[in-house]
């Protein structure tokens, strides 16, 4: 059972970084597919990035170029850099993972494709 904790989430404000990390109790049997969602109140669920054990990426149009996903596969961590922070990005993120083959290559950010949640972490960026 995939077990993922997330950390390092806080208070910033706006124009400043934040990096989260997501601890892994195990990768899937071939291709893992990992993520981080967001969600603030009163919102649905949204994709922020994607990148699974190739090193293929994606994001959501709303954070390129700000934000950039990372796995380090020998230490069992995923990690999102998040830079030049809005108050548009507050919410509660998440990270996710599933087997490559269950998700969408068009859509990896479609976040009820995934079953493996991590319990969320808030991120509050102030004015």
């Known amino acids: 059972q995939v077990q993922l904790v997330e950390s390092g989430g806080g208070s910033v404000q706006a124009g400043g970084s934040l990096r989260l990390s997501c601890s892994i109790s195990t990768y899937f049997y071939g291709s893992t597919l990992l993520a981080w969602f967001r969600q603030a109140p009163g919102k649905e669920r949204e994709g922020v990035a994607a990148?699974?054990?190739?090193?293929?990426?994606a994001y959501a149009d709303s954070v390129k170029g700000r934000f950039t996903i990372a796995n380090n596969a020998a230490e069992h961590t995923m990690s999102l850099q998040m830079n030049d922070l809005t108050p548009e990005d507050t919410a509660m993120y998440y990270c996710?993972?599933?087997?490559?083959?269950?998700?969408?290559?068009?859509?990896?950010?479609?976040?009820?494709?995934?079953?493996?949640w991590g319990q969320g972490i808030q991120v509050t960026v102030s004015s």
């Open positions: 996710a993972a599933e087997p490559r083959e269950r998700i969408s290559s068009l859509n990896p950010l479609h976040a009820p494709s995934y079953m493996h």
């Open positions: 990148i699974d054990t190739f090193g293929g990426t």
